[in-house]
């Protein structure tokens, strides 16, 4: 009986706080796989501090949303409020792939005006990671 609880205590403990089906280390193995190339924190933040052309006009930049300081709280054009992006801040970050998924999608679209690739996932993964 001892033993039984001991290891419902352990499993509790090893449960992580967030819920959600992947985490970003998860995350940032599956598309470096995919690109068959290692994130590179450095080229993440590049593109996500850069200006881009291709997208719509008004969302050059993915700080166009997120802000520069992604430590803070950002905000959509149309005045919601977007948590931080950094992991370091918010632990909540890239835990559901769903939501990774189709937040990838769209933001890519309006800023790039295409997908990101898989590289430019890890990429993005490893800098938000990094930060
Ligand atoms: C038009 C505003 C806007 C722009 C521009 C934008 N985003 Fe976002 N992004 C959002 C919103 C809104 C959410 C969903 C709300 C939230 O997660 O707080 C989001 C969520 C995300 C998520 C999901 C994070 C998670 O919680 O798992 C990722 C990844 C992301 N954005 C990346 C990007 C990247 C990369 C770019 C640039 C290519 C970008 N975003 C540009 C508004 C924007």
Known sequence: ?????LIVGVLLVATPLVAGDTSPAK????FEAAAGAKGSADRGRALFTGTHTGGKPET???TTCHTKNLKAKGKTRAGKVIEPMALSVNPNRLTDSKKVAKWFRRNCKSVLGRECTP???ADIVAFLMSI
Do not use: A, D, T, V
């Open 27 to 30: 995350l940032l193995k599956g």
């Open 60 to 62: 050059p930049s993915c």
């Open 119 to 121: 590289g430019e996932k």
């Open 1 to 5: 009986m001892k033993k039984y609880l």
